[in-house]
């Protein structure tokens, strides 16, 4: 508990994919997946990764010149990577922005997530691929965050941070004879009420049996005689009628 933060230090995906990090077997098929990827960061990507943002959440129609009309506000940009399929040439919805300055990074990453732009509300972090060790993208299983509840949902990033586990105390247990002899004692005559209670039930259930037996002896000889007088009543009908 010492050492715990909100935010992944290293990315780990069996406690990415548990809300408090303490997971110990895969929930869902795509933690499978991220734990057995062998996931290298691009080489074709330039630029200081400690000086690169990642913006999600885009409107699909958002231009690299809209990024870069509304993130130049907090400082110089460098270079800005919108991420286009490359068949299709359509946006992904994601980009990278590199400033020129440390300054200017801190201050977007501060103001601008959650800023809204064309009618979209972004999401903006750090960027994770090159600075954080172990990183698995989300399309392999990895990432962080998630927008549904009941989808695939990762934890200890900006979005969604770790909750802190729940630290249960030790209780004693004092019923069994760990606690002060006062108690010791209470067991004891509580078990010797228990016994007499018992004797006195046999005692009264071998009183009541020869009661039972009488009764129900009582009952078969009523019945029988209830059966005589039937019979004896259909003989004489059985004379009347002839």
């Known amino acids: 508990m010492a050492d715990w933060a909100p935010i992944a230090k290293e990315y780990d995906p069996l406690k990415a994919g548990s809300i408090d990090g303490t997971d110990e077997e895969p929930h869902d098929r795509a933690i499978w997946r991220a734990m057995l990827a062998r996931y290298i960061p691009n080489k074709g990507v330039t630029g200081d990764p400690h000086l690169t943002l990642f913006v999600a959440r885009l409107n699909l129609q958002t231009t690299e010149e ?3 009309e509304v993130f130049s506000r907090y400082g110089d940009i460098r270079k800005i990577r919108l991420v286009r399929d490359l068949v299709t040439g359509f946006s992904k919805g994601y980009a990278f922005i ?7 990074l801190l201050k977007a990453h501060r103001d ?8 979209h509300e972004i999401f903006v972090d750090f960027e994770l691929e090159r600075t954080l060790k172990g990183w698995i993208p989300r399309r392999l299983g990895g990432g962080f965050g998630g927008k549904k509840e009941s989808g695939q949902l990762r934890f200890g990033g900006r979005d969604r941070p770790f909750r802190k586990p729940i630290n249960l105390p030790n209780i004693k247990n004092d019923f069994y004879g760990e606690g002060s002899s006062e108690k010791r004692n209470w067991s004891r005559e509580g078990t010797r009420d228990w016994r007499t209670r018992d004797r ?8 009541r049996w020869p009661e039972r037996e009488r009764s ?19 003989r004489e009908r059985k004379d009347r009628d002839r």
């Open 66 to 68: 809209k990024l870069k």
């Open 98 to 104: 590199e400033y020129k300055e440390e300054r200017a």
């Open 200 to 207: 006195d039930h046999e005692r009264s259930r071998d009183k």
């Open 112 to 119: 601008a997530n959650r800023l809204v732009i064309d009618q």
């Open 216 to 234: 129900w002896a009582w009952s078969d000889s009523e019945r029988e005689r209830d059966s005589k007088e039937e019979r004896s009543r259909g």
